[in-house]
């Protein structure tokens, strides 16, 4: 599944790519991809024709556009088109004469638009999901409870669609608050790991990145939250965005050959991991001091956990 960077690197390319253009037209080529969209497709479709995307937002993995229709075009968007990717969910910007891909679920439209170079983009957006648990679908949008903007974007809209406002802030978020999290976390009395798996508590953080940035702060994912002094959250924070800002330089990790960007390019990030799935592999920073000691694999919530034994120590009142 894309965890936070794939996500921030699909907004990226989105912002690019499609803010400021006008959706011209909606094909929907499989229903199931649109079942969050109650009202059904020609809703959706009457929606969005003629409508304006104003921004691409994220928090956390939740990804939206908010739209501006066309007889009110300077008013405040009142809706927006969200995008879940699921496991394989990909949206690619493309030209109409290429072939539509296999799995292609969805196909917007777009009015012709110039990169800075003057060279025309692509005119249509793919939503592709082989498995089929993304999907698109319209939101209302809420003002942000905070009153900061909704989620990281190009314009700083301080609206989030409804589906979303109950997910925490991710460490990219310039709005993201350590002393919230802080105070929050050393409450919830449990497990480090599952702390940072909790999307209410702080968002975009999966499995991978939660074990390198565990590794990268020196703490064991059993650590209980309430024994976690603030140097230590705020060095695992810290780690937290270290290791996402690495993998959106490198596109992200790209563990599925399914998950791509707009451009249909994967990710190589997993080449620089340097704990999650390196089982029985030397741990890199015992290796430089010359310690022959080994990842080791732990079974955690009916998944896997990469640690190191040397310099992740088990804690001896551990909360797994």
């Given at each position: ?169 991710d460490p990219l978020d310039p709005a993201f608050s350590f002393d919230d999290f802080y105070r929050r976390m050393r409450a919830r009395r449990t497990g480090i ?78 080449r620089s991991l340097n704990a999650y799935g390196r089982e029985g592999q030397p ?38």
């Amino acid at each position: 599944m894309p965890e936070l960077p794939e996500v921030e690197v699909v907004r990226r390319g989105l912002a690019r790519w499609v803010r400021g253009r006008t959706i011209t037209g909606v094909e929907i080529l499989d229903a199931r991809s649109i079942r969050r969209h109650a009202p059904g497709p020609e809703d959706l479709r009457g929606n969005l024709e003629g409508a304006r995307v104003l921004d691409v937002a994220r928090r956390g993995k939740f990804l939206w556009m908010p739209m501006v229709e066309p007889s009110a075009p300077d008013a405040a968007p009142p809706f927006a088109l969200m995008a879940h990717l699921g496991m394989s969910g990909q949206l690619l910007m493309e030209t109409p004469d290429l072939p539509d891909e296999k799995h292609l679920k969805v196909r917007f439209t777009l009015s012709p638009a110039a990169d800075s170079d003057g060279a025309p983009m692509p005119d249509e957006l793919r939503f592709v999901d082989q498995r089929i648990f993304g999907g698109v679908f319209l939101a209302g949008l809420l003002p942000a409870p905070d009153g900061q903007p909704g989620g990281l974007s190009e314009t700083g809209l301080p609206l989030v669609p409804a589906e979303a406002a109950h997910i925490a802030r991710d460490p990219l978020d310039p709005a993201f608050s350590f002393d919230d999290f802080y105070r929050r976390m050393r409450a919830r009395r449990t497990g480090i790991k599952r702390a940072l798996l909790d999307q209410g508590l702080i968002s975009g953080v999966g499995n991978i990145y939660a074990d390198e940035a565990l590794w990268a702060a020196r703490l064991h994912f059993a650590r209980p939250t309430d024994t976690l002094r603030r140097a230590d959250a705020l060095r695992l924070v810290e780690a937290a965005r270290d290791v996402m800002l690495r993998a959106l330089e490198a596109g992200g990790t790209s563990f599925d050959s399914l998950y791509v960007n707009v451009n249909g390019a994967s990710g190589y990030f997993a080449r620089s991991l340097n704990a999650y799935g390196r089982e029985g592999q030397p741990c890199p920073r015992c290796e430089a001091a010359g310690l022959p000691t080994l990842i080791r694999r732990d079974s955690f919530m009916n998944r896997s956990s990469y640690s190191c034994p040397v310099c992740q120590k088990r804690p001896r009142n551990g909360r797994w």
